[in-house]
């Protein structure tokens, strides 16, 4: 089994930053693509960004483009979700998943592991 941790959430105003970060444990980091989503009150859960094994692939939502940048440290089994230039629309919990057979997966059942997700808040 994998554990999944997210932290990094929190309240922010409009047009700033926040860094997520997604520990990994139980299983080898590097041998997963690892994704990040997020769900908004009585809303589907959204597909964010996903980096591939060996940080080769990078794909982003059409909605967050341009403005988070998704990483990771196999060293450290650490993923992380750099997001600037923030809107109240950002506001949701965000997870991060882990995928061991696809590339770059970008659907929530082509994920096998999820995190119990971290809150963030933007304000207007």
């Known amino acids: 089994q994998m554990q999944l941790v997210e932290s990094g959430g929190g309240l922010v105003q409009a047009g700033g930053s926040l860094r997520l970060s997604c520990a990994a444990s139980?299983?080898?980091?590097?041998?997963?693509?690892m994704g990040w989503f997020r769900q908004a009150p009585a809303k589907e859960r959204e597909f964010v960004a996903v980096?591939?094994?060996?940080?080769?692939?990078?794909y982003y939502g059409d909605s967050v483009k341009g403005r988070f940048t998704i990483s990771r440290d196999d060293g450290e089994n650490t993923v992380y979700l750099q997001m600037n230039s923030l809107t109240p629309e950002d506001t949701a919990v965000y997870y991060c998943?882990?995928?061991?057979?696809?590339?770059?997966?970008?659907?929530?059942?082509?994920?096998?592991?999820w995190g119990q997700g971290t809150q963030v808040t933007v304000s207007s």
């Open positions: 998943a882990a995928s061991r057979w696809l590339v770059v997966p970008r659907k929530n059942e082509d994920y096998d592991y």
């Open positions: 980096i591939s094994r060996s940080s080769r692939n990078t």
């Open positions: 139980g299983r080898t980091l590097s041998v997963y693509a």
